[in-house]
């Protein structure tokens, strides 16, 4: 079992930058891929991004490639999701989410998630 906790989650400008952090407990951390999702009001929860368990290997959406930046640090068991140049279309509830090891974008592939944080972009 991984328990999962974000924070970060703002109201801030089309522009900003804004980092989530996600704490993990449990299970040992660095068996898990690490992965960022997010859902808008009225749409289906969506890939943002995923990072390996060793942190060799990330994964973008294409919608945040080049904006977004996923990290993890392994001893301090967190994952963090660096967001700069924040859009509008950006505003969501921003979930971390667990597998074993590799990185994957199918929200089915993930077996933990958190409780999720709101970030709110206003133009």
């Known amino acids: 079992q991984v328990q999962l906790a974000e924070s970060g989650g703002s109201l801030v400008q089309a522009g900003d930058s804004l980092r989530l952090s996600c704490a993990a407990s449990?299970?040992?951390?660095?068996?898990?891929?690490m992965g960022w999702f997010r859902q808008a009001p009225e749409k289906e929860r969506e890939f943002v991004a995923a990072i390996s368990w060793s942190g060799g290997s990330t994964l973008y959406a294409n919608s945040v490639k080049g904006r977004f930046t996923i990290s993890r640090d392994n001893a301090k068991n967190m994952v963090y999701l660096q967001m700069n140049s924040l859009k509008t279309g950006d505003t969501a509830v921003y979930y971390c989410a667990a597998r074993p090891f590799t990185t994957r974008s199918a929200e089915s592939e993930y077996e933990f998630w958190g409780q999720g944080t709101q970030v709110t972009v206003s133009s």
């Open positions: 449990g299970h040992s951390f660095s068996d898990y891929a």
